[in-house]
């Protein structure tokens, strides 16, 4: 199983919107409605932002929000702010048990 | 509320099989609904799922590792464990524990997460 593919970087100035894709298959992205988004800066342990496509766990900020077209998903950040500078990693569930995240994308707050 | 915290050598030596445990705090293991599951992520790099275990002792394990791979359960100390064999210097990365939530079958999200423990293989 391969890895997910999202851009290896997107940037944005506050106040902006950034987008962030993670591309996979009919296997996994296109194939479930359960794939997730974590923050993580550095050093720390990533964060939950987003799970089923769409869902906002509680208190995470609605400026995130997700998306899923085909075998491609997407993290919108809305009036980006300095904070939301960090790393970003989607997962799928891939089938036959198994789970797969992808390969990350840093986002950078100009 | 909820914490993870991963405890285990820093240092493994090749060949050796790499051990670490889970302790939960604020709230059961035995939680229906959850699996409990290791993440890890080579310095720099990106994430890997390495495999979820239920309290029952049922387990899942990411097809890539699957025979190096073992995951306990001792619900009697609210903890998990991780065992990895026939360690390389491609095993070196930082390990998370993390609640994973199972649904109708399905593997969906982590949350929370442990801070993480560095595992270093070198002789």
């Known amino acids: 199983q391969s890895a997910l593919t999202q851009p290896p970087s997107a940037s944005g100035s506050p106040g902006q919107s950034v987008t962030i894709s993670c591309t996979g298959t009919s296997s996994d992205v296109g194939g479930y409605n359960y794939v997730s988004w974590y923050q993580q800066h550095p050093g720390k342990a990533p964060k939950l932002m987003i799970y089923?496509?769409?869902k906002r766990p509680s208190g995470v900020p609605d400026r995130f929000s997700g998306s899923k077209s085909g075998n491609t998903a997407s993290l919108t950040v809305s009036g980006l702010q300095a904070e939301d500078e960090a790393d970003y990693y989607c997962?799928?569930?891939?089938?036959?048990?198994?789970?797969?995240f992808g390969t990350g994308t840093k986002v950078t707050v100009l | 509320q909820l914490q993870l915290q991963e405890s285990g050598p820093g240092l493994v030596k090749p060949s050796e099989t790499l051990s670490l445990t889970c302790t939960v705090s604020g709230g059961s293991i035995s939680s229906s609904s959850y699996y409990w599951g290791w993440i890890r992520q080579p310095p720099g790099k990106g994430l890997e799922w390495i495999g979820s275990?239920?309290?029952?002792?049922?387990?899942y394990y990411n097809p890539s590792l699957k025979s190096r791979v073992t995951i306990s359960v001792d619900t009697s100390k609210n903890q998990f464990s991780l065992k990895l064999s026939s360690v390389t210097a491609a095993d070196t990365a930082v390990y998370y524990c993390?609640?994973?939530?199972?649904?109708?079958?399905?593997?969906?999200?982590?949350?929370?997460w442990g801070q993480g423990t560095l595992v270093t293989v070198s002789s």
């Open positions: 997962s799928s569930y891939a089938g036959s048990n198994n789970l797969v």
């Open positions: 275990i239920y309290y029952s002792g049922s387990t």
């Open positions: 993390a609640r994973h939530k199972r649904v109708r079958g399905v593997f969906n999200w982590f949350d929370p």
């Open positions: 089923e496509v769409s």
